[in-house]
């Protein structure tokens, strides 16, 4: 196991858990409006998308489990699918051993990169932020923009996990 990636998740998921709040007010046709001028297009398939990015590298990649990519709908399937992602690097964390050990990847398209366990979880961590930061901008264009703090940061340790 390794304490600090574990809080650091920790603090993640309690900084995620106040977005998803936030987005299960919004109206579901908002939710899923497509704007071709951004990534992903839409706010469910950028959160789709960093659901199945923990899902690969820490599922597939580190943990050798089968997943499968999917494109939620609503709110109440977000908080589902990243339930799923929750338990995957959760268990990634508690069975990883080696942190720091090389690890041959090969992508489907057939490059191969060194990467390590602890590269398995971090950088989905960091891509949800940068993606955290596309939707929000997203959401501004569609009018409806994100009521305050903390809109694109990490909670403080202190701060109180928000209820659903």
Request: contains cysteine; proline residues 5%.
């Amino acid at each position: 196991m390794n304490a600090d990636l574990e809080t650091f998740y920790g603090l993640t998921t309690r900084t995620r858990a106040g977005l998803l709040e936030w987005l299960g007010t919004l109206p579901n046709e908002v939710f899923n409006a497509q704007r071709e001028d951004f990534a992903y297009g839409s706010l469910n398939a950028i959160y789709s998308h960093i659901a199945d990015c923990y899902l690969h590298w820490a599922g597939a990649v580190g943990l050798s489990l089968s997943v499968t990519e999917r494109l939620v709908s609503n709110v109440a399937e977000l908080r589902d699918y990243f339930a799923q992602v929750d338990e995957t690097v959760l268990r990634a964390i508690n069975t990883f051993e080696d942190w720091d050990e090389p690890l041959s990847y090969t992508s489907s398209s057939g490059r191969t990169e060194m990467l390590t366990r602890r590269w398995l979880i971090l950088h989905p961590i960091t891509h949800e932020f940068h993606h955290k930061g596309q939707a929000l901008a997203l959401a501004r264009v569609l009018g409806h923009p994100h009521p305050g703090q903390p809109d694109s940061d990490l909670v403080t340790p202190g701060e109180r996990p928000r209820s659903n």
